[in-house]
């Protein structure tokens, strides 16, 4: 008894890690996806920088044009050469956040099945689809390969820049997003391989079980 109580309470503390890193990756896969500071560029003066996202750049406003009054993230223009690379960035960025989101709720769902001890087999297809959804994440990265890091095309003093194009807090909440949804999968593949060991433990004891034969 005591054996099954902590094979049960092992397979809840893995449903909600997988719930954990499953929620912190979401977290980090918006702010990657919809912030304007995946990469940074830095004039050869170092004056001025140029910040830049996969669906949007940051904007500057200056009073008399000097001194810099606030800054927001802004749609590209419409004239900005959006090559292969950078709208693939832009395809798996969506693909991450979608599956993400809803793999996030199923793993809510497993919570409450798990807790609840409701029998039921997703055949492993959860534990793929967060393993598929850190590679989308890592995909995204392909950014940094496309126009969007190899010019800077926003409009804003592009005389100024050279090959200064680096990787920022959007690109890295990219990476770490991916790392996230890799433990998330690990998690899930575990908690897995306990809820087959938890079906499969009652057949071998019926098995097993001396058989009493009535007169």
């Not at 793999?103 to 001890?117: A, G, I, K, N, P």
């Not at 990787?167 to 991916?178: D, F, L, P, Q, V």
Request: charged share 15%; proline share 2%; with cysteine.
């Amino acid at each position: 008894m005591d054996e099954n109580r902590d094979d049960k309470k092992a397979r809840i503390v893995l449903s909600l890690l997988t719930v954990l890193f499953s929620a912190t990756a979401l977290s980090l896969a918006y702010v990657g996806t919809l912030d304007c500071h995946y990469v940074s560029f830095t004039s050869t003066h170092e004056e001025y920088e140029v910040k830049a996202g996969i669906w949007s750049y940051l904007n500057y406003t200056y009073e008399n044009g000097d001194s810099v009054i606030s800054e927001s993230c802004q749609t590209y223009p419409t004239d900005v050469d959006i090559d292969a690379t950078w709208k693939a960035a832009r395809a798996f960025s969506v693909l991450a956040v979608i599956f993400g989101s809803i793999l996030f709720l199923f793993s809510l769902v497993v919570v409450y099945q798990t807790v609840t001890e409701r029998r039921f087999s997703t055949g492993g297809c959860d534990t793929i689809s967060l393993f598929l959804t850190g590679i989308f994440q890592g995909l995204c990265l392909l950014f940094l390969g496309g126009n969007g890091c190899k010019n800077v095309q926003t409009g804003q003093i592009p005389d100024l820049f050279r090959d200064s194009c680096v990787i920022s807090t959007g690109a890295k909440c990219s990476m770490a997003s991916a790392m996230f949804w890799s433990l998330a999968s690990l998690m899930n593949m575990q908690l897995d391989i306990e809820r087959q060991r938890a079906r499969v433990i009652p057949l071998t004891a019926d098995i097993t079980s001396p058989l009493i034969f009535s007169k």
